[in-house]
């Protein structure tokens, strides 16, 4: 074996990373500037390369450990991330998150051994509950129609025996500020992360014992007996080397024609005013998913070193295949979120959106990850289905066991799945997938 990859094109994130911009800035990593040699090499910075790099570190003795970052850390999709580590099913190819009863309950099991491994990681690099909050999740609904989907959520979760709380209208109000929630449902094992503080503090906290390089994006591989990962200014060479850069492995040429390309969208207001704040009441930390999977998710934030008391409004997505969007898809998106934040906080009129952005999530058509041993001594820990914190988390760890170990009792489990399906050919994937969105959005009502 003996070949060159030469990555095609670049990731390009549209917008700031909010979550990262109202953070104090940062020192940083150095950019790779030398040919170096590794034990391992880590390609990506994000939940599932730093999970990565923590579990190798954990596993490998004093064997050195490189991570490669194509932009900054915090900069890319996991500082873009709405902040939800969620434990119980969330497949957002289903009309109700839900599976299979057996499906549901394996995806269970593994994602609370990737929370229960960010815990760890949390205590371990001292971060406070405003960075890891293990407060659970609320999923809410405005409408009849989102009531109905809370309903059918809540019998699946009965079926698998899970623990929840239904509150009402007025609970809602009391807990967000808003009347707009005409019921929730309340589970308990979720967590809440300022995820741009997480990955940076989780960086930081490894930094001595992991090499971290940042705008050192790889734009080719050499492979061979050590394999040669070439970025704008360096090189480094090792035996093994990791893939957790999500979507982006299709630039690297693995799983062709296999893996949707989404964008999300959001937007963050500046900071609220104190009078604006009580104006609002409610609790000030605070999470919804949407009943609808095609709804709005809401975050609010209270001040974390100077962040400010914020509200961050997520909806739209939209199939970019090219891993790139427009300024249309932005507009769209943007007028979506102030309508959305509109008839949620009418109190909060004349409130500003200080930062507009898009993230990158890539999935398969039946949910399935893009994992395993690629080339000889490369693993892919790719395509989270949208569920970064979580299933990146739990791919990274995945992908470091399989490489060192070859077996475990986690590894067993989650290597029971199929290969991601095979796409149906263009035009048609696109057009299709962007009409039936467009459709459920417009379906979706007020909920959106």
Not at 167 to 190: E, H, I, N, R, V
Not at 192 to 203: E, G, K, L, N, S
Not at 354 to 372: D, H, I, K, T, V
Request: hydrophobic share 40%.
């Amino acid at each position: 074996m003996n070949n060159t990859i030469n990555v095609k094109r670049l990731p390009k994130d549209p917008g700031p990373a909010a979550w990262n911009r109202i953070l104090p800035s940062s020192a940083g990593y150095s950019t790779l500037k030398d040919d170096i040699h590794a034990d391992w090499v880590v390609i990506g910075g994000g939940f599932a390369g730093l999970a990565a790099a923590r579990r190798l570190s954990q596993l490998v003795g004093d064997e050195s450990i490189v991570v490669l970052e194509a932009s900054r850390i915090a900069d890319g999709p996991a500082g873009r991330n709405s902040g939800f580590m969620i434990d119980l099913p969330h497949d957002l190819n289903s009309d109700s998150y839900a599976g299979t009863q057996h499906q549901d309950q394996q995806q269970i099991r593994l994602n609370r051994a990737a929370i229960e491994f960010a815990r760890e990681t949390a205590e371990a690099y001292g971060m406070g509950r405003q960075v890891f909050d293990p407060c659970g999740k609320m999923t809410a609904a405005g409408t009849t129609k989102g009531m109905a989907h809370i309903e059918s959520y809540r019998g699946h979760l009965d079926a698998l025996g899970e623990a929840y709380e239904l509150k009402s209208a007025a609970d809602m109000k009391d807990w967000t500020g808003s009347d707009f929630y005409q019921q929730g449902l309340f589970t308990p094992g979720a967590v809440m992360i300022q995820p741009a503080a997480f990955v940076r503090q989780a960086a930081r906290g490894m930094s001595e014992r992991v090499s971290i390089y940042e705008n050192s994006p790889v734009t080719s591989m050499q492979l061979g007996a050590e394999h040669r990962l070439i970025t704008p200014s360096g090189s480094v060479r090792a035996k093994r080397v990791i893939l957790a850069v999500n979507g982006h492995i299709q630039s690297f040429g693995f799983f062709p024609g296999r893996l949707l390309h989404v964008f999300t969208y959001a937007s963050m207001t500046r900071a609220l005013s104190p009078q604006e704040v009580t104006r609002l009441g409610g609790a000030q930390d605070w999470g919804i998913l949407p009943a609808d999977p095609i709804g709005t998710t809401v975050r609010r934030s209270s001040d974390y070193r100077g962040s400010g008391n914020r509200i961050v409004i997520r909806n739209h997505a939209t199939l970019n295949q090219s891993i790139e969007v427009g300024p249309n898809n932005m507009k769209r998106a943007a007028g979506l979120q102030d309508r959305s934040f509109a008839n949620r906080f009418p109190m909060l009129e004349g409130v500003e959106m200080e930062y507009r952005w898009g993230g990158r999530l890539c999935l398969s058509l039946n949910s399935m990850p893009a994992f395993g041993e690629i080339e000889e001594r490369v693993w892919s820990a790719c395509c989270q289905n949208g569920l970064g914190t979580v299933k990146g988390t739990l791919s990274g760890m995945m992908a470091a066991e399989m490489a060192v170990l070859g077996r475990s009792d986690l590894l067993t489990d989650f290597l029971d799945h199929q290969q991601p399906k095979r796409l149906p050919p263009e035009p048609f994937l696109s057009l299709g997938a962007n009409v039936t969105m467009r459709w459920k959005e417009w379906m979706a009502g007020i909920e959106l």
